[in-house]
């Protein structure tokens, strides 16, 4: 089956505009995950969703960054005033449910996010 | 300090060589680890996961979890070139939803 899917896959984008990154889950899975990799370091935690709440937003930076998923399925997150120090990877990854003992995460090819 | 830590490297092994990869964690909560692969410019894909302490082995990786010591290593036999790639060791905090810490990655490369 289709794995997880990530749009766009690049975004340039000038300091202080406002940009949207799209995640659509493996079917069926209801936890998904955002995180943010930088150049040379492991990805970071941002937020993750059970269903369609948002379970835990402790990883996001600051109040310039927020995500949703309205239906329980696709996620964006959203990213205002955006500042150099945002471009970084952002990925994404689905599980079959949030803290399972074995429940793996499936990352998508992740969206790469460049503030000029 | 990091919550989970692993030597960036690079660490350089020759072809059909065992390429030794660690990791120590400081969260107990963490009991379950995770490792994944990136090749540079793709995503994180899964190698193996492990949460009960001792080896399990999956083809030619072997990933060991040591709790009292809190370190994790894997092994992978007979590197081969497209072993090439920065592994990442994630800890699972189940008691946060199943959220991921990762190190820093250690990168190999294998010379042929």
């Known amino acids: 089956g289709a794995g997880v899917s990530q749009t766009p896959s690049n975004k340039v984008t000038e300091k202080g505009k406002y940009v949207e990154l799209r995640c659509d889950p493996i079917s069926g899975h209801t936890a998904l995950y955002w995180y943010r990799q930088s150049l040379g370091q492991g990805p970071e935690f941002l937020i993750y969703?059970?269903?369609?709440?948002?379970?835990?937003d402790s990883g996001l930076p600051n109040d310039r960054f927020f995500a949703v998923r309205p239906e329980g399925s696709v996620s964006t997150l959203k990213i205002q005033r955006t500042e150099r120090g945002d471009s970084a990877v952002y990925l994404c990854?689905?599980?079959?449910?949030?803290?399972?003992?074995?429940?793996?995460?499936?990352f998508g090819p992740g969206t790469r996010l460049t503030v000029l | 300090q990091k919550e989970v830590e692993q030597n960036s490297g690079p660490l350089s092994v020759p072809e059909g060589a065992i390429a030794s990869l660690n990791c120590t964690y400081s969260?107990?909560?963490?009991?379950?680890f995770f490792w994944y692969r990136q090749y540079s410019g793709k995503s994180p894909e899964l190698i193996m996961f492990i949460y009960s302490n001792g080896d399990k082995e999956d083809g030619r990786f072997t990933a060991q979890l040591n709790k009292a010591s809190q370190y994790v290593s894997l092994l992978i036999r007979d590197s081969q070139p497209s072993d090439s790639a920065t592994y990442l060791c994630?800890?699972?905090?189940?008691?946060?939803?199943?959220?991921?810490?990762f190190g820093q990655g250690t990168e190999l490369s294998v010379k042929p």
């Open positions: 994630a800890g699972v905090l189940y008691n946060q939803g199943g959220k991921l810490i």
């Open positions: 969703f059970q269903g369609t709440g948002a379970a835990d």
């Open positions: 990854a689905s599980s079959p449910s949030a803290g399972a003992y074995t429940d793996t995460q499936y």
């Open positions: 969260d107990r909560g963490s009991q379950s």
